[in-house]
């Protein structure tokens, strides 16, 4: 067999590296390079299919913008979904903007600015101009209030250094997304979906203050609900965050949930079956013999440790191990066993919980220096 047709499963990182609001202006390219690939190795199965055809009918027959959510534990692929729909999207004629962190308003803005005039200038060039001209309409007027506080020339350097930040308001965010999606569909497209990444990031450097942050957060979720317009918003939240909205702002999370966009990870990654599933779609996308790489009972043994939370991380364990089949291939020729699996996971080549900890019935196995008995869990 071609091994060739392999390496984009033995090259596929395990944790993407999400781009900030700054290099999707300094670098897009690059980016835009490194989530095509990543997106090349993520199959969607289950409702992931469902939630694509969710944003699809927002966005294109809907007559009012809409914000949701991806929401799991770490490890069960939250960014490798947003990028896989967010490629998806573009093969729709939907501007969509890459998941980025952000830690201020000023950057929620600029980045979808700064992503939608690279699209821009890779097509339809001609509406560059007008993007400009909405985008510096929103940032004159704290622009001209600083000016007359210090010397503009300065101001002006500090500002694209990032040492100076306008203080935009979420009414402003939620403006700006609506013109510039209107400029999007005046050069061809369909419509535009924005997709933020780690909220919990934005959460702990948000300034001034933790309580500003929810409230901000709230006035965009609630604006943008029910305002017309053929764009949406989904936003990527890790459980623990989901919590902290539970018990400081229901409301913000009440409305999310109320959204067709709000979408839990585990309800597609938790199941035994998911590395099977995977492996066969990875059949059919790079055509090779996946029988001849990787036994049916390996497959059922990945399953079963990534199913269970004190053992596995889901999704992502679930890829390191498929990296590390395809890799024990490469050198044997041989077809991976649950054995190699055992000893790959018990000296640690695929371990993780969901905290990125030793998992607690591994310990016990190990402290007993018995892989009998982990062998036992996985059986």
Same mark, same amino acid.
């Given at each position: 067999?071609?091994?060739?047709?392999?390496?984009?499963?033995?090259?596929?990182?395990?944790?993407?590296?999400?781009?900030?609001?700054?290099?999707?202006?300094?670098?897009?390219?690059?980016?835009?390079?490194?989530?095509?690939?990543?997106?090349?190795?993520?199959?969607?199965?289950?409702?992931?299919?469902?939630?694509?055809?969710?944003?699809?009918?927002?966005?294109?027959?809907?007559?009012?913008?809409?914000?949701?959510?991806?929401?799991?534990?770490?490890?069960?692929?939250?960014?490798?979904?947003?990028?896989?729909?967010?490629?998806?999207?573009?093969?729709?004629?939907?501007?969509?903007?890459?998941?980025?962190?952000?830690?201020?308003?000023?950057?929620?803005?600029?980045?979808?600015?700064?992503?939608?005039?690279?699209?821009?200038?890779? +097509?339809?060039?001609? %509406?560059? &101009?007008? =993007?400009?001209?909405?985008?510096?309409? !929103?940032?004159? #007027?704290?622009?001209?209030?600083?000016?007359?506080?210090?010397?503009?020339?300065?101001?002006?350097?500090?500002?694209?250094?990032?040492?100076?930040?306008?203080?935009?308001?979420?009414?402003?965010?939620?403006?700006?997304?609506?013109?510039?999606?209107?400029?999007?569909?005046?050069?061809?497209?369909? +419509?535009?979906?924005? %997709?933020? &990444?780690? =909220?919990?990031?934005?959460?702990?450097? !948000?300034?001034? #203050?933790?309580?500003?942050?929810?409230?901000?957060?709230?006035?965009?979720?609630?604006?943008?609900?029910?305002?017309?317009?053929?764009?949406?918003?989904?936003?990527?939240?890790?459980?623990?965050?989901?919590?902290?909205?539970?018990?400081?702002?229901?409301?913000?999370?009440?409305?999310?949930?109320?959204?067709?966009?709000? %979408?839990?990870?585990?309800?597609?990654?938790?199941?035994?079956? !998911?590395?099977?599933?995977?492996?066969?779609?990875?059949?059919?996308?790079?055509?090779?013999?996946?029988?001849?790489?990787?036994?049916?009972?390996?497959?059922?043994?990945?399953?079963?440790?990534?199913?269970?939370?004190?053992?596995?991380?889901?999704?992502?364990?679930?890829?390191?191990?498929?990296?590390?089949?395809?890799?024990?291939?490469?050198?044997?020729?041989?077809?991976?066993?649950?054995?190699?699996?055992?000893?790959?996971?018990?000296?640690?080549?695929?371990?993780?919980?969901?905290?990125?900890?030793?998992?607690?019935?591994?310990?016990?196995?190990?402290?007993?220096?018995?892989?009998?008995?982990?062998?036992?869990?996985?059986?």
């Amino acid at each position: 067999m071609d091994i060739t047709k392999l390496r984009p499963i033995l090259n596929k990182e395990s944790i993407l590296k999400t781009a900030n609001a700054r290099e999707l202006g300094q670098a897009p390219q690059d980016v835009l390079e490194r989530y095509t690939n990543y997106a090349l190795t993520h199959v969607p199965l289950g409702d992931t299919t469902r939630q694509l055809k969710n944003l699809e009918r927002v966005i294109i027959e809907n007559k009012h913008c809409a914000v949701g959510a991806i929401v799991g534990p770490y490890g069960y692929g939250k960014t490798s979904t947003a990028v896989h729909l967010w490629n998806e999207l573009r093969e729709q004629k939907i501007l969509a903007i890459p998941p980025f962190l952000w830690v201020n308003l000023s950057e929620l803005m600029d980045a979808v600015y700064y992503w939608i005039r690279f699209e821009f200038s890779q +097509g339809p060039k001609a %509406f560059i &101009d007008p =993007l400009e001209k909405i985008y510096e309409s !929103y940032c004159q #007027s704290y622009k001209d209030e600083i000016f007359r506080k210090i010397d503009p020339d300065v101001a002006q350097d500090l500002i694209e250094r990032g040492a100076l930040l306008l203080e935009i308001r979420p009414d402003d965010v939620v403006a700006f997304f609506s013109e510039a999606s209107d400029i999007c569909e005046q050069a061809g497209y369909n +419509g535009m979906a924005i %997709f933020t &990444d780690e =909220l919990q990031a934005t959460l702990a450097q !948000y300034k001034p #203050s933790r309580d500003e942050f929810f409230a901000h957060l709230f006035q965009i979720v609630k604006d943008i609900q029910g305002l017309e317009g053929n764009w949406a918003l989904i936003i990527s939240i890790n459980d623990d965050t989901e919590g902290i909205l539970t018990l400081r702002r229901s409301d913000i999370l009440a409305r999310l949930q109320r959204s067709a966009l709000y %979408f839990r990870v585990q309800d597609v990654y938790n199941r035994r079956e !998911y590395p099977t599933e995977l492996w066969s779609a990875f059949e059919q996308r790079f055509v090779f013999d996946g029988k001849a790489v990787i036994s049916t009972c390996t497959l059922d043994s990945i399953g079963q440790v990534a199913a269970r939370t004190d053992l596995g991380a889901g999704p992502r364990m679930v890829t390191q191990a498929l990296a590390l089949a395809v890799k024990s291939y490469e050198k044997t020729g041989q077809a991976y066993t649950p054995m190699q699996f055992v000893d790959d996971f018990l000296t640690g080549l695929v371990l993780f919980d969901q905290q990125g900890k030793f998992p607690t019935a591994v310990k016990k196995a190990l402290d007993n220096d018995l892989a009998v008995h982990f062998a036992g869990i996985v059986r």
